[in-house]
């Protein structure tokens, strides 16, 4: 019933997450694989608080927040099914950055932002090789990806022909979080927007950009506090999840009672996340309906 979460260091340090709270150790009882491109974490610190997340990106309201901070500390556990963030937003609006941010925050890549892979076996390899998924500046799904994304993001498999084999089949099988963004909406299959959160980002005036150096800068300043603050929720979720409850059960439940359950760790009221989450759906709602030409 514990979580641990390698922070890839050089140590083979990791922290072990209970109901009860989490802790830095130095010998995980784990096993841990390291792909290619994996950066380590940075060590989680306490004292952290969503203004820490809020000024790191660039949400329009609180509903945004709420559902930001419960996606990633979701992200933060081993089985999902996890949602797919999908950031919309005019050119500079800082949607490259804020899934640089997410990924960042969770799973540190030497390539943090990649395109859109070409086909459902490049998916599945890049599944394999990293945790979130993170693909920058979409224009469009075709129906095929736009399928293959839903199945990863609740658990899908693939088969393709063994290399110098006839008949026999390798099979690669994963749940990921994704993150997308584009400034078009690119993503208008109802099954696709039933599992997604979507932001959209308003253009940043001049006056308030900042440099790469220095937004990084302060990044790495606040990132220990962050990541912290997104354990006490694994933690708090893992304590209360035996008695949550909802009335009606979304898309996405698992993830629902699971955010619900971490309410109390960032001060939120009972039962304000999923007030937020329907909101947003209204929004999936709305986009699929637009794109529908009749």
């Known amino acids: 019933g514990n979580i641990y979460l390698d922070l890839a260091n050089k140590k083979w340090g990791a922290v072990k997450v209970t109901p009860d709270g989490w802790?830095?150790?130095?010998?995980?009882?784990?096993?841990?694989?390291?792909?290619?491109?994996?950066?380590?974490?940075?060590?989680?610190?306490?004292?952290?608080?969503?203004?820490?997340?809020?000024?790191?990106?660039?949400?329009?309201?609180?509903?945004?927040l709420q559902l930001l901070a419960s996606c990633l500390t979701y992200y933060l556990t081993p089985t999902g099914p996890f949602p797919i963030i999908i950031i919309q937003g005019e050119q500079g609006s800082a949607k490259s950055t804020f899934g640089r941010v997410i990924r960042n925050l969770i799973d540190p890549s030497s390539s943090p932002l990649?395109?859109?892979?070409?086909?459902?076996?490049?998916l599945?390899?890049?599944?394999?090789?990293?945790?979130?998924?993170?693909?920058?500046?979409?224009?469009s799904l075709s129906q095929g990806m736009s399928d293959a994304l839903c199945r990863l993001s609740t658990g899908g498999g693939f088969s393709t022909r063994a290399l110098y084999k006839n008949t026999e089949e390798i099979i690669l099988q994963a749940?990921?979080?994704?993150?997308?963004?584009?400034?078009?909406?690119?993503?208008?299959?109802?099954?696709?927007?039933?599992?997604?959160?979507?932001f959209k980002l308003a253009a940043i005036p001049s006056?308030?950009?900042?440099?790469?150096?220095?937004?990084?800068?302060e990044f790495d300043?606040?990132?220990?506090?962050?990541?912290?603050?997104?354990?006490?929720?694994?933690?708090?979720?893992?304590?209360?999840?035996?008695?949550?409850?909802?009335?009606?059960?979304?898309?996405?439940a698992d993830f629902a009672r699971f955010a619900t359950a971490a309410e109390e760790a960032f001060g939120w009221s009972h039962?304000?996340?999923?007030?937020?989450?329907?909101?947003?759906?209204?929004?999936?709602?709305?986009?699929?309906?637009?794109?529908?030409?009749?």
């Open 114 to 122: 990649r395109a859109a892979p070409r086909n459902e076996r490049d």
């Open 175 to 198: 749940t990921r979080p994704i993150c997308l963004n584009g400034i078009t909406e690119f993503a208008t299959k109802p099954d696709i927007l039933d599992r997604s959160l979507i």
């Open 23 to 64: 802790s830095l150790i130095g010998n995980p009882p784990v096993k841990f694989i390291r792909p290619n491109g994996m950066l380590p974490l940075p060590l989680p610190e306490k004292g952290g608080t969503i203004d820490d997340l809020a000024k790191l990106v660039n949400l329009s309201d609180d509903d945004d």
């Open 124 to 139: 599945m390899i890049s599944a394999q090789n990293g945790w979130v998924l993170n693909f920058d500046n979409l224009s």
């Open 221 to 252: 300043e606040v990132a220990p506090k962050i990541l912290g603050l997104l354990l006490d929720g694994v933690s708090t979720a893992l304590k209360n999840l035996p008695n949550v409850k909802l009335n009606e059960l979304p898309r996405m």
């Open 271 to 294: 039962g304000s996340f999923m007030e937020a989450y329907l909101r947003n759906h209204e929004i999936g709602i709305e986009v699929s309906l637009e794109a529908d030409p009749v």
């Open 207 to 217: 006056s308030e950009r900042k440099e790469e150096k220095i937004f990084w800068a």
